[in-house]
């Protein structure tokens, strides 16, 4: 039989995920998980993928993801449908047809997961990247705005990130913003053939989107591009100096960014986003606003204001990776010959059901002691025939090299100690 020469590699964009990396990963998924307990939020899980409609009347349909980025393909009875390229839009279209408006108040909703857009693959940013949400639906109040900012904090302190930068924007609502981008539209008609093919497309259609451009070149001339701060209407402006208030009181720090408008069209009012150095030029690790009317957008029939954000968790862990310690293997059980590997068997499965990590190797005992070293075990176990009659066996510390016979119970002890310690 013939075998095909080829070696099937993982497909442009993705990656695998491998330990001891991924040991990171579930530390800032289980911290998360905590700080969103913390603040009464319940996690929703979505398909990965949904018709294509509701990320083109949610997200826009002039924006990047829906023009460009989305992998889309027909079902075989020709409905088009979507991998999900970001889970605001999915949150809502489930909290609609689940009519979670019936229940008592906000509702506070978080989801972790891939989500799918074709970019141009970069540090930090796959084709099938994964992110941890939360949305807060069904209030409009200024200080949900800032207790979902509070919270974005305080997941990225759990996590174990710092130095990362707040930014803040307010950019309207349908009562103030269809001013300002008029205002926008005339400012750029005389500058936008500088500019990107991009921007220079958006100016005519969408022009809110010019200030989401990230070339270079065009920066200078959207510096000088009108404020939207300048247009707000009265509610808007209040509203605005409400969450900066309520930030304040919390002594939580921000940078106000009047150009910072964020890349989907269901935004409005406050925006937000964090940054981070070490992450290059592509440094943001979130990024998030209110969407009030994305439910009705999407066929609501009652109103769903709402506010939430998304983390970039690929980013999340290149920023804290280097900074967390790897997991340890707390023992590692050497049996010596058959009748001791049913024995130590035993004894494994009562240390693992105690809460410690145990890794049973069998053969020579030079070998188990080198993997030992190289698993970073604390311990190793030596199990033979006259540790089986004694009831007391050789436990050796791979840190010290110091080594002594104990009873089980006295391992035990030992292996919680060191467990506790760490």
């Known amino acids: 039989m013939e075998f095909p020469t080829t070696v099937i590699k993982a497909v442009k964009g993705t990656r695998d995920l491998l330990p001891p990396s991924t040991e990171v990963w579930n530390r800032v998924e289980s911290a998360a998980r905590a700080v969103f307990g913390a603040y009464n939020y319940h996690e929703i899980r979505t398909p990965i993928f949904e018709e294509t409609q509701l990320f083109a009347r949610g997200?826009?349909?002039?924006?990047d993801i829906v023009t460009k980025e989305m992998y889309t393909f027909a079902d075989r009875d020709e409905t088009s449908l979507t991998l999900r390229p970001e889970n605001?839009?999915?949150?809502?279209?489930?909290?609609?047809?689940?009519?979670?408006?019936?229940?008592?108040?906000?509702?506070?909703?978080?989801?972790?997961?891939p989500m799918f857009r074709r970019e141009r693959p970069q540090k930090g940013r796959y084709r099938q990247f994964f992110q941890i949400g939360a949305e807060a639906i069904g209030s409009e109040s200024p200080a949900v705005d800032a207790e979902v900012i509070?919270?974005?904090?305080?997941i990225l302190k759990a996590v174990g990130l710092s130095g990362f930068k707040l930014l803040l924007n307010s950019v309207g609502d349908h009562n103030c913003r269809p001013a300002y981008v008029e205002k926008l539209r005339q400012e750029l008609s005389g500058v936008s053939?500088?500019?990107?093919?991009?921007?220079?497309?958006?100016?005519?259609?969408?022009?809110?989107?010019?200030?989401?451009?990230?070339?270079?070149?065009?920066?200078?001339?959207?510096?000088?591009?009108p404020s939207i701060?300048?247009?707000?209407?009265?509610?808007?402006?209040?509203?605005?100096?409400?969450?900066?208030?309520?930030?304040?009181?919390?002594?939580?720090?921000?940078?106000?960014?009047?150009?910072?408008?964020?890349?989907l069209d269901y935004y409005m009012r406050t925006t937000f986003e964090v940054v981070h150095g070490s992450l290059g030029a592509q440094n943001s690790v979130l990024g998030g606003g209110r969407y009030d009317g994305l439910a009705e957008s999407l066929g609501s029939k009652v109103p769903a204001p709402g506010i939430g954000f998304s983390?970039?968790?690929?980013?999340?862990?290149?920023?804290?990776?280097?900074?967390?310690?790897?997991?340890?293997?707390?023992?590692?059980?050497?049996?010596?010959?058959?009748?001791?590997?049913?024995?130590?068997?035993?004894?494994?499965?009562?240390?693992?059901?105690?809460?410690h990590s145990v890794e049973l190797?069998?053969?020579?005992?030079?070998?188990?002691?080198?993997?030992?070293?190289?698993?970073?075990?604390?311990?190793?176990?030596?199990?033979?025939?006259?540790?089986m009659a004694t009831g007391r066996y050789a436990l050796k510390n791979m840190t010290t090299g110091e080594q002594e016979d104990l009873t089980r119970d006295e391992i035990a002890a030992k292996l919680a100690v060191a467990s506790n310690s760490n």
Request: proline content about 5%; glycine content about 10%.
């Open 150 to 154: 509070e919270m974005v904090v305080e």
């Open 59 to 63: 997200v826009g349909a002039d924006t």
């Open 193 to 225: 053939g500088a500019m990107c093919g991009d921007c220079q497309r958006r100016a005519e259609t969408n022009p809110l989107r010019v200030l989401d451009c990230k070339v270079e070149a065009d920066q200078p001339i959207i510096e000088k591009l």
């Open 311 to 355: 983390i970039g968790e690929d980013r999340l862990v290149m920023g804290v990776e280097g900074e967390q310690k790897p997991g340890r293997l707390d023992l590692v059980v050497a049996p010596l010959g058959e009748p001791a590997l049913r024995h130590a068997a035993v004894m494994a499965r009562d240390f693992r059901l105690s809460g």
């Open 229 to 263: 701060i300048d247009y707000l209407c009265e509610p808007c402006r209040a509203h605005f100096e409400s969450v900066k208030r309520y930030l304040g009181d919390r002594g939580i720090e921000y940078e106000v960014r009047p150009r910072m408008v964020r890349g």
């Open 88 to 113: 605001t839009a999915p949150v809502i279209r489930a909290y609609i047809e689940h009519r979670l408006d019936q229940r008592p108040g906000v509702q506070k909703l978080y989801y972790i997961g």
């Open 361 to 387: 190797v069998e053969g020579k005992l030079k070998r188990a002691l080198e993997l030992a070293n190289k698993f970073g075990a604390r311990f190793a176990l030596i199990v033979g025939d006259n540790e």
